[in-house]
């Protein structure tokens, strides 16, 4: 058998590892940093809609922040508890009550119960801080300051693996200086078209960045400087369909700030297509037809031997 | 008087239920009279076969059929529901859209309804062993050209040709009916028919894992899920070797025997279909097994695809969770019909239907949860109650099915299979197909479906034990077991004695009375009613 050649690895962005799901799954956003993220940029006033980073936050993580305060309110009030002596008649603690009427021995299992608590606080610290912060990243918030164009022109049909093509990003000239501070690195990558995400759910665009699935493959991720290019081969694992290319800017979390693509907003124009490779090496073509055959053939054989034993 | 069973006749594989014993027995009582001079490892009865189920050992012919037939059938199930779990690799090599998808689960099991109808009569022709192994060795080239496909119409042809292979189901229970004792053939299908439907379960952590190592040892995504597709292609051709090599018809290993009775049909089969066809009992069964069997199969088919898209996993995890799904089989079913014999033991047939639309209608209940959960722990949660509801739910249909008919028995059983693979078909074209509804709606709509398509069990009567809400008929005539079993056979027939092994069944079927209503019961003379 022969096997085509593993696709480079930095183009596995669609076959999601193990280390990015988690991210993903958990739906946590960026650790504890979470206060600098979202200070608007340097002195643009363009009304994108960017909103003051604390009432956007939603239902959910204000949930999580009270619980987490209530909690180590709970944990200083048992320390307290702890220090006047007590170990009693708390309802906090109605099992210990239960203990003491069934005369069980209360205390050692309160101070255990303390201490775990203790521990059980500081790990719930660092989830909740963990979790605090999962803000999202909306599409239509996320400013267009990047210019990006590709040497596909609309209607080309290019081949995974052999075909290439160079996409050039440049940041609006118009904008004032200073806009792009805070971009520290550039991705591009290939996005479908909406030809392609016809009755695909699994390909479906979606305003918050965090469950967008139009764009599943990079094509490059580098430093970010206000002009770049970069000539692309178009990886083996690029499935067929019709694509545009879009490029994030992302600041030093790794967020996206701001993106460019080369399409319009509606994704009509300079739409290239991509013809993948379907795998169907010769190997698996001739194992395919060696294995059936023996099938047959073993079975022919058998029903033979048993009718001559028969007789 | 014995009427002798041709090996053979239309339903002989499932005439092992007298509706006396409770279905899941492990051994039979002391009064079956043993072979004592046979030299097999398990205790035998008259014709060879086991009265005694021992579940670890592989001794030949009896314990090593069980195995052989049970992990064929099981092999099939991984072949038939193999592309599931991959489905999110193969839907971008092939471009397909979700019509496609959809419309191949449907193909998938649509296959069988036909297959599993020829497959009795292969088994009549040429044995169980030879019905088993043609199938798997006929099948195995499907599953190797599935490698080979290139667009969503290759697709949809090699799943359905694929499907044929769940015909096996009737090779199994047919092979089961020749080794083992008709008082414990019930426990022995169910297990087994429990074990093959794990299959379903077992290929969503198989190919995955089978995925990924082919695709650590350097293989693109595209190539390696072809290359994954010869697993369960070669377990078919090793499964269906040794059957061949190390499987024997009969206890004796003699086909000789089977060949001179098998084509005696001591019953006319346009009369044993007619029966079944117009007893309105067989179609209130058919639907709810669509219901529920249909549903395990269909959730078979979408459920990893489902973890993949909405909680973002990866195919192993995905797929990890969706094993769950049909794993539970392995206790599930057999659970059921515990449940359904428990319950008649005390409350006759009234506790066997009540114990149906309680697990079914939970079941739908479960499914409507899954569909509306939002996060991956409740949905697993949600997942697992549903399987272990929806199978259970299968398990017991089983529990009640002989006791339809007995002349039909085969018939009934055959098409009551058959509902379920239309079920799913049916179940996966409405809510998994169109673009209309995406897959979590599809899963809620499917929850209210199940629920409101076991509803019509209210309306199953019999005269001599009543309904769900109903006593048994008051007409002193019509409320014996010996009058509904009767009526299957007209005069000319009953003058001629032909139906006296329903008479027979008939008086062991009085246990589904219950405790309180036995005594009362009509006792024939000479026969004393074995729960008093």
């Known amino acids: ?311 | 008087m014995e009427t002798t069973e041709a090996v053979g006749a239309p339903g002989s594989s499932l005439h092992g239920m007298t509706g006396k014993e409770p279905a899941y027995a492990f051994s039979v009582d002391s009064k079956t009279q043993l072979d004592t001079n046979a030299t097999f490892d398990l205790p035998v009865d008259s014709e060879h076969k086991a009265t005694k189920f021992k579940l670890f050992s592989l001794a030949n012919p009896h314990m090593r059929t069980f195995h052989l037939a049970w992990s064929s059938f099981f092999t099939c199930f991984v072949s038939t529901f193999a592309a599931a779990p991959l489905v999110p690799i193969i839907r971008d090599d092939l471009n397909l859209k979700k019509a496609d998808i959809g419309n191949a689960g449907v193909a998938s099991v649509s296959g069988a309804i036909f297959s599993r109808l020829v497959m009795g009569a292969v088994c009549d022709m040429l044995g169980p062993r030879f019905g088993c192994a043609f199938l798997m060795m006929l099948a195995a080239p499907t599953v190797f050209c599935m490698s080979l496909v290139s667009n969503a119409a290759g697709y949809i042809t090699m799943r359905f040709l694929i499907g044929f292979s769940l015909a096996t189901f009737v090779s199994c229970q047919y092979w089961m009916s020749t080794m083992f004792n008709s008082k414990i053939i019930g426990l022995v299908n169910g297990t087994a028919a429990g074990w093959g439907n794990m299959g379903g379960g077992a290929t969503q952590l198989i190919m995955p894992l089978v995925y990924d190592l082919i695709r650590k040892a350097g293989a693109t995504p595209f190539v390696a899920w072809r290359i994954a597709y010869f697993v369960p292609g070669c377990l078919h051709i090793i499964m269906g070797i040794l059957v061949l090599t190390l499987g024997q018809d009969l206890p004796d290993g003699n086909l000789k025997s089977l060949q001179k009775q098998g084509n005696v049909n001591k019953d006319k089969f346009s009369k044993v279909l007619w029966y079944a066809l117009t007893n309105y009992r067989t179609w209130i069964f058919v639907l709810l097994y669509g219901y529920c069997m249909g549903v395990e199969l269909t959730t078979d088919n979408v459920i990893a695809e489902y973890f993949y898209d909405r909680f973002d996993l990866n195919l192993r995890t995905a797929g990890t969770i969706a094993a769950c799904f049909g794993m539970a089989n392995i206790v599930a079913r057999p659970l059921g019909g515990l449940l359904s014999d428990k319950g008649a033991q005390y409350w006759g047939m009234r506790a066997r239907l009540w114990n149906i639309w309680i697990l079914q209608t939970l079941g739908g209940a479960f499914c409507l949860w899954l569909g509306r959960a939002n996060s991956l722990p409740v949905s697993v949660v949600a997942m697992v109650l549903f399987s272990i509801c929806a199978q259970a739910a299968c398990g017991a249909i089983f529990g009640v099915i002989p006791f339809i008919s007995r002349r039909s028995l085969g018939v009934i059983s055959g098409m009551t299979g058959a509902g379920g693979n239309f079920g799913s078909g049916l179940t996966q074209l409405l809510f998994f197909t169109s673009s209309r509804y995406d897959t979590a709606e599809g899963l809620t709509l499917m929850g209210i479906m199940i629920m409101a398509c076991t509803v019509p069990i209210t309306l199953v009567h019999f005269p001599q034990w009543g309904s769900m809400f109903l006593p048994p008929s008051k007409d002193e005539k019509r409320s014996t077991e010996e009058h509904y079993y009767g009526s299957e056979w007209n005069e000319e027939e009953r003058s001629q004695g032909l139906h006296g092994a329903s008479l027979k069944f008939a008086e062991n079927s009085r246990s589904e009375r219950g405790k309180r209503n036995v005594a009362s019961a009509p006792t024939p003379p000479g026969n004393t009613p074995e729960h008093v």
């Open chain 1, 1 to 311: 058998m022969t096997w085509v050649e593993s696709a480079p690895a930095s183009q596995d962005a669609s076959w999601r590892t193990l280390e990015d799901n988690d991210m993903l799954q958990s739906g946590f956003g960026p650790g504890l940093s979470w206060g600098s993220n979202y200070l608007p940029l340097g002195d643009s006033k363009e009304d994108e809609g960017l909103q003051h980073p604390i009432l956007e936050m939603k239902a959910k993580e204000i949930g999580c922040i009270l619980i987490f305060f209530s909690l180590v309110m709970l944990v200083f009030k048992l320390e307290k508890e702890e220090e006047k002596g007590k170990n009693t008649s708390h309802s906090y603690f109605s099992f210990t009550n239960l203990n003491q009427l069934k005369g069980f021995e209360s205390k050692p299992s309160f101070m255990a119960g303390l201490r775990l608590s203790k521990t059980t606080i500081a790990l719930l610290l660092l989830i909740v801080c963990h979790v605090g912060p999962s803000m999202a990243v909306l599409f239509s918030q996320l400013p267009k300051t990047l210019i990006v164009t590709a040497t596909t022109k609309s209607g080309d049909v290019l081949h995974a693996g052999e075909d290439k093509f160079t996409v050039t990003w440049a940041l609006n000239t118009s904008l004032p200086a200073g806009a792009d501070a805070n971009y520290k690195t550039v991705k591009v990558l290939l996005c479908y078209a909406p030809v392609s995400q016809h009755d695909r759910k699994w390909r479906k665009s979606n305003n918050d960045l965090k469950k967008d699935k139009t764009c599943q493959f990079t094509a490059v991720k580098q430093d970010y400087s206000a002009t770049g290019k970069h000539e692309y081969t178009v990886a083996r694992d690029i499935p067929t369909a019709s694509y545009f290319v879009r490029a994030y800017a992302l600041d030093a979390s790794d967020t996206k700030v701001a993106f460019g693509q080369t399409t319009d907003a509606n994704k009509t124009s300079n739409i290239f297509d991509i013809v993948g490779i379907t795998g169907r090496t010769t190997g698996i073509f001739v194992s395919a037809i060696v294995f059936s055959a023996f099938s047959g053939v073993a079975l022919a054989f058998f029903y033979v031997v048993e009718n001559k034993k028969k007789k």
